[in-house]
């Protein structure tokens, strides 16, 4: 697990917290212009996630549950008993895994969930074979006279199919996000008892619109507001109508 410092910033000093939690690969500074424009009535707080950033990595690879157990604990450090939560891609991961842990130490009054994962998609029938090839070719090739004559075969072949996330990370960060993509939190969202907003990318292809619209379906009071032509970073494609949108669901 982790055992090091979360770094974070802090913005403001309003009376409720903000949390705003950053996607897979990013860091708090991402986020630094919202969070300041949005500390008028807020105390906005925005860690850098174990792994990232500021913050060291942990010592193993941590799940989904172990990020959530992570931010929950840092939560009630800070002191405050009701937040309002923002969470980018993984960072919207982290706050759905939250409504499995109920009851918490403090109250959720709202969250806005921005290309959040959280949804496995579904595999083909071609991308499940191609799966089951690489992983016995991985097998036949981790036997020790292969990989004594073909030492960088693995290591050549995971970077050819892996993302881009995937490729860029540590062992441990692998490892984790492997962890995090296998897992499928739709049969969460029901539990997810507070108002939500859901800020989507017409054009996102990491969190596909689809899984936006499943979610505005499975959460009971839940809004979705689509950005035309955006992708999985819609907030940074048009700052000023995301800001108007989330001053409008966190003024209410």
Not at 30 to 35: C, D, S, T, V
Not at 172 to 179: A, C, E, N, Q
Request: proline share 6%; hydrophobic share 40%; with cysteine.
């Amino acid at each position: 697990m982790f055992d090091g410092k979360i770094a974070y910033s802090r913005y403001g000093s309003g009376e409720r917290l903000l949390l705003i939690l950053h996607g897979w690969g990013c860091n708090k500074e991402m986020f630094a212009p919202y969070a300041e424009h949005l500390a008028k009535s807020y105390t906005v707080v925005v860690p850098d996630l174990a792994g990232f950033g500021e913050s060291p990595e942990p010592k193993a690879a941590m799940t989904v549950g172990d990020y959530t157990d992570l931010i929950i604990a840092f939560i009630t450090h800070l002191g405050f008993k009701k937040v309002s939560l923002m969470g980018h891609s993984y960072g919207g991961r982290i706050i759905i895994k939250m409504f499995s842990k109920l009851p918490l130490p403090f109250e959720i009054e709202r969250i806005m969930l921005v290309g959040s994962a959280g949804i496995k998609p579904k595999k083909s029938i071609a991308q499940k074979a191609s799966l089951a090839f690489y992983k016995c070719g991985r097998r036949v090739l981790s036997l020790p006279p292969l990989k004594k004559l073909f030492p960088n075969a693995i290591d050549s072949w995971r970077k050819r199919r892996g993302s881009a996330d995937y490729n860029s990370a540590s062992e441990i960060m692998r490892k984790t996000l492997v962890l995090s993509v296998n897992e499928d939190l739709t049969n969460i969202l029901a539990k997810i008892n507070v108002p939500t907003l859901l800020f989507w990318g017409e054009k996102d292809d990491a969190t596909p619109l689809s899984d936006a619209k499943l979610m505005e379906k499975k959460i009971p009071d839940a809004g979705l507001v689509v950005l035309k032509g955006g992708t999985h970073y819609s907030f940074l494609e048009n700052p000023s109508y995301f800001l108007r949108v989330a001053d409008s669901f966190f003024e209410n």
